[in-house]
């Protein structure tokens, strides 16, 4: 390593080739490859400089991490949102200016931070980073809720239409709007729909008897390590009289999903909770060994969800189901803002984009998210596609995605992710398990206090459900403020910035 005492000015000329080549080399790239596909819309600039991310990722910049600081200049992982631009003045700050005739637009750290925040407040609103809350049916037994949950903070409320029905979604929204009239809420709340996309369930189970007639339908089945299940590739769930239930048998909702299944490949049901590989193949079939529960015996129950991570459903299941297709004239009626689930490939989000084109002239934002490691595999091409959108971001949707990747890899991704919207200056929200003790037992967590402040990192935060939830917004909230007071004492602007920290 070098030390500041010998930083000789042969040190600094290999500081200088290694910049300019490293500049060179993503530029090069860039016009060879994409700027005949990039057009001139109001998004280019954000598509050069993600482009410029990814190719910087492709290079090997270790050598020059202590150099750059060493000479007092930006770290590489600094520069995410104007790279090409802070790679240029790091060559003139040392004697090294670049002159050139490209035609790329270089975005500048000014320019990158005015748009993230403009492209935030048009899909949240202007209060950031926003506060959004999942709402429950039950909540319109009590409609003082949604008074209470628009004054402890909340700025986005989300509906899940997996759940319910247009009727239910549209009462839920009249109740968001009588509160807001009703305490004078000077900010219409942020209406966030989710359409269901395909998540896979269970559907129905049969148990393993001799008889084989109606009473073999059950809503669960005990499993241990070694059970043995068989899980079928056809929805002819009325013939089930006819076949020989030996193991237990399983039907799910999207039995597509199951066609490229290979030997060997991971299966998890409700939420990994219960987890298996696939050990036995044929046309009308798979079936599954349970190599982990979280317990000696567990139970696979109806209406769970299951997950694939390696056996490429997206090939054979759409992201945008039929009966999406049938509820998005309603959604498009009452949302401000449309989630993709499941999202897969980029030509998810062209199919969404056709379909609302022809739905409807309301400007509406739509939010990918990333819940599959297929979607983590195309997410550059996600991004790039969803910057065709008037108003595009990304939701970290953490349940599943934990599942799809594993739980030790979910925190790169997550910061990988962070750091390639942030590349592109794209709004992210960051979902699934924020203050979730909080929420369903009204006492935090010490980790999920620290989880939910470094999710301010994002633009928005989602929290679900449950019995606690006014005072899990007003507790956010509450975070949320004593982390914008330690943001201005660092910037100079608190009372108590003189302070010694």
Known sequence: MTSINDFSNETRIKL??????????????????????LGTTETYESMI???????????????????LKLEGLSSIKDIHPHILFSIKKMLYNLNAPIEESTKLNIINPVSASEM????????FG??????MVTLDTSMLLTP??????ILAGMTVARINCA???????????????????KINHPTPTKIYMDIAGPKIRIDKIISSTKSNDSSDLTSSIKVKKGSTLRIYKHDDKDSYSSLKIDPPTIFITSPK???????????????????????HITNEFIDVIILFIQSGTSKIKVGKGINLPDSLVYWNVAAITEEDIKVLPDICQLADIIGASFVNHPRDMRRLRVILDKLTTKRIGVVAKIET????????????????????GIMIARGDLAVEVGFKDLTPIQENILSICEAAHIPVIWATGVLEKMAKKGLPSRPELTDAYMGFRANCIMLNKGPFIVETVSLLKQLLLSKQKLDDKFRGKSEISQIEF
């Open 116 to 123: 993230i925040q403009r492209r935030s407040e048009e899909l």
């Open 49 to 67: 400089n993600l482009l410029s991310f990814l190719e910087l990722k492709k290079l090997n910049t270790t050598e020059i991490v202590e150099d």
């Open 163 to 181: 759940h319910g029905s247009p009727e239910i979604w549209n009462q839920m929204v009249e109740q968001i709007r009588l509160a807001e009239l």
């Open 16 to 37: 200088k080739e290694r910049l300019f080549s490293i500049y060179q080399e993503m530029t090069d790239k860039i016009n060879a490859k994409y700027l005949n596909d």
């Open 373 to 392: 490691k297929d979607s983590i595999r195309h997410l550059s091409k996600i991004i790039l596609e969803g910057l065709q959108f008037e108003s595009f």
């Open 144 to 149: 003082e809720i949604f008074e209470q949950l």
């Open 126 to 131: 202007k209060e950031l980073p926003s506060i």
């Open 257 to 279: 999903a199951l066609l490229n299944a290979r030997i060997n490949d991971p299966i998890f049901f409700d939420d990994g909770k219960i987890s298996g590989r696939v050990c």
